[in-house]
């Protein structure tokens, strides 16, 4: 099956999303630029992202501290960019009529909402976005599907937004937690997305690579690439990974 790209003309569209977290992990990334639990919903057919981070960070509905946005942030999506919608990960209802209700209903709907839905698609696409990457879910997935965009979500649900979360800033930078971050030394470290950062999505997952990176991960990624075909080529003739590791990767 054919894989579409969306993207520029950066080189890293050259490469999978695994071949990038490979080149990172090899520049001491801790966590390979990888932007974990989040799943291609859309399109039905395969489709690769590579483009820059347009960065939309949700707060609690509750959260009367947090800024309020002065237009919808679909509105001002740049064009040739991917949105990174980052949720946050408790969503509790902001109008509950009692403790009662906050404690056995609201607060059992954590994290259970939709961030982005057919009408925000529609917005992206008039202005030249080429897909959406949310670490919280979607709904209208075939509106979605019918558009033929990219969205990356870690699930799906039938309520939106409200009264749940809103946006609260656009083009700063998030910080994106593991689903299930857990602590100490072993746990997944968290992905920092800098507005501009480089998104590359594909059927194998999300991978963020700073701009700075970029030129560092392209030379490892290509090198990394060369030495994973010559294994392919040995395995399929019948010699065993151990011994095609050894001689093409040095271990």
């Not at 509105?75 to 009529?97: H, L, Y």
């Not at 509106?143 to 870690?154: N, Q």
């Not at 990176?213 to 019948?238: F, Q, R, T």
């Amino acid at each position: 099956m054919s894989t579409s790209t969306r993207s520029s003309t950066c080189p890293l569209s050259q490469f999978s999303a695994c071949e990038i977290s490979d080149a990172l992990i090899k520049l001491g990334s801790p966590n390979g630029g990888h932007i974990p639990d989040v799943h291609m919903l859309s399109p039905r057919s395969q489709v690769k992202i590579c483009a820059p981070a347009y960065t939309v960070q949700m707060v609690l509905a509750s959260d009367k501290s947090a800024p309020k946005l002065s237009s919808h942030f679909v509105d001002t999506a740049t064009p040739g960019s991917v949105v990174i919608v980052d949720a946050p990960p408790r969503s509790v209802c902001s109008t509950p009529r009692s403790m009662s209700e906050l404690s056995h209903s609201c607060l059992s709907r954590r994290s259970k909402n939709a961030v982005w839905g057919g009408l925000m698609t529609a917005g992206a696409q008039a202005r030249g976005a080429v897909g959406v990457i949310i670490s919280g879910r979607c709904r209208d997935l075939a509106e979605h599907r019918a558009a033929d965009f990219p969205v990356f979500a870690r699930g799906h649900s039938t309520v939106g937004q409200s009264p749940f979360v809103r946006p609260s800033g656009v083009n700063v930078a998030l910080t994106i937690h593991p689903k299930d971050a857990g602590d100490g030394p072993d746990a997944f470290a968290p992905v920092t997305v800098t507005p501009g950062d480089w998104i590359v999505a594909d059927e194998d997952g999300v991978v963020c690579v700073p701009v700075d990176m970029v030129d560092k991960v392209v030379e490892l990624a290509k090198k990394g690439k060369e030495i994973d075909a010559k294994c392919m080529a040995d395995i399929k003739a019948g010699k065993g990974i151990q011994a095609s590791f050894k001689e093409h990767r040095g271990k």
